[in-house]
């Protein structure tokens, strides 16, 4: 699986963005996101199964932001509202062959085997 992930940029804090990430090679299973600010380990954001009641969130992300998958599942998008300026990351798309069957599974980043490019949000004014 390749993953090519798009959508970062810069924005005002309370703004919002979508971050897209295109799997290939076959349809994952488990897709999530996770960050990794400067100077800090990588932290989970958000991760879903193949349907949208199987969603996750980190409790920092809740109520602003929202995973979701394409039709075809092949496509997993982050829609970030109300962002913060400790929202400021690299953003990363993870994806799995199966999924998980726990939610602390899916929110644990040595579970995935494929990851792609970080793509940079930043949230400054």
């Known amino acids: 699986v390749q993953l090519q992930a798009s959508g970062g940029g810069l924005v005002q804090p309370g703004g919002s963005l979508r971050l897209s990430c295109a799997a290939s090679?076959?349809?994952?299973?488990?897709m999530g996101w996770f960050r990794q600010a400067l100077g800090k380990e990588r932290e989970f954001v958000a991760a879903?199964?193949?349907?949208?009641?199987?969603?996750f969130y980190a409790d920092s992300v809740k109520g602003r932001f929202t995973i979701s998958r394409d039709n075809a599942g092949n496509t997993v998008y982050l829609q970030m509202n109300s962002l913060k300026p400790e929202d400021t990351a690299v953003y990363f798309c993870a994806a799995n062959g199966l999924t998980f069957a726990s939610s602390r599974a899916y929110s644990t980043r040595g579970n995935y085997n494929y990851y792609g490019q970080g793509t940079q949000v930043t949230v400054s004014s």
């Open positions: 090679g076959r349809t994952p299973g488990a």
């Open positions: 879903m199964g193949r349907s949208a009641d199987r969603t």
